[in-house]
Structures are given as C-alpha cells and as structure tokens.
T-cell receptor
C-alpha cells in the first residue's frame, strides 16, 4: 500500500460545528503532516508529527487541533472555523528524513 | 524570504517539444528535492525526486537535474504531452523532513 488516504473528500460545515478530518497510511512512515492549500497557492505547512509526537506547529490557530492516535493515523479536529478557513487540507507522510514523501488527495473544506 | 523560488509562473510548450521547469533555492542545507504535479481540485502528486548527492535522476520522460554550486534544479519533460498540462511545484526537504515549496509553474502543452 503506497497511498495516503484522506476522508472525507468534501466537507461543508457551519461556523459553530465541530468536525474532524482523517488521514491514514500503511507505509510504515513515522512522520505525518497537515498542510493547507488555498487556490493557486502552494501548500502551507500546519503541523508535523514525528514518531507520533507533535514536533512542529506553524502558529496555527487553536480552532485547528491535530491528533496522532498511532503511527498510521492522523486527525485534524475543527471547531469554530471561519469562512476564510475554507481550503484544501492535505495530509502527507514520509520517513522522518523526508524520503518517500507522499500526499493524500485532500479534503475540500467549505466553511459557511 | 523565499527559500525555494520558481521564477516563471507559467510556461507554454508545443506538444512533442521539451518542457524545462526551473527552480532555485537558497538554503545549502537542503538534502532532498522533489517535483510535484498538481491538477485543479486535486492534491499534489509526487513526480520525481533527487538527493543532494546526485546531479541527475531520470524516470521515463522526466529528468531532474541538480546543480548544487548554482543552487538550481530543473525538471525536463520530453516529449511534452497535452496531459502534462498542470501546475508543477518544486520542493526541498530539510533534515526533519519538512517540505518547503516553491510557488509553482503552470505548464500548458498545446497540441
């Protein structure tokens, strides 16, 4: 299995809702990442987990809360989002050195 | 300050010709470089990579060249096909594995 699987593919949520994005990989990668991508822009790093521990938080607002329950799973919990948070959210995984970097196909999030 | 730069926002090439996408970087500590291809409304798809200890890596129609002294890499696609039309992102990996992306180059291959 050489894929990173993200669910759901599309999500529409209100500003008072609580939702979660999920990411799964079975490549034995011990680094997992959340990126945010706005239209026509490159992905922007949000969080990095290395060996299931949060190693980088790129000053992301607390309304985004990551969780890494085990080495194969990565979640992003969403609460009280703003319309400007609408974007494509990408999960990626790799070896901790960056080798084998693989993106999921993303979750298209719309906040209304 | 941008550590990875793709100075051409767009490139148009005739089908069958060579496409050359360029990327410059400033951080000499980068040890791994990647190219991603992105279609609209999809996540980036890994295309090809190169380690800093090499100067060339080839995979089918795609070749990546690395010039460390110039801190420059390029992606060659030959022959170009209309299906290659997409946005191409250059990325460089730091030691912890974080990727630093360029802003992308939109390639249009005309039949």
């Amino acid at each position: 299995d050489t894929e990173v699987t993200q669910t759901p593919k599309h999500l529409v949520m209100g500003m008072t809702n609580k939702k979660s994005l999920k990411c799964e990989q079975h490549m034995g990668h011990r680094a997992m990442y959340w990126y945010k991508q706005k239209a026509k822009k490159p992905p922007e790093l949000m969080f990095v987990y290395s060996y299931e521990k949060l190693s980088i938080n790129e000053s992301v607002p607390s309304r985004f809360s990551p969780e890494c329950p085990n080495s194969s799973l990565l979640n992003l919990h969403l609460h009280a989002l703003q319309p400007e948070d609408s974007a494509l959210y990408l999960c990626a995984s790799s070896q901790p050195t960056g080798i084998g970097y693989t993106f999921g196909s993303g979750t298209r999030l719309t906040v209304v | 300050d941008q550590q990875v730069k793709q100075n051409s926002p767009s490139l148009s090439v005739q089908e069958g010709r060579i496409s050359i996408l360029n990327c410059d970087y400033t951080n000499s500590m980068f040890d791994y470089f990647l190219w991603y291809k992105k279609y609209p409304a999809e996540g980036p798809t890994f295309l090809i990579s190169i380690s800093s200890i090499k100067d060339k890596n080839e995979d089918g129609r795609f070749t990546v060249f690395l010039n460390k002294s110039a801190k420059h890499l390029s992606l060659h696609i030959v022959p170009s096909q209309p299906g290659d039309s997409a946005v191409y992102f250059c990325a460089a990996a730091e030691s912890q594995g974080n990727l630093i992306f360029g802003k992308g180059t939109k390639l249009s291959v005309k039949p």
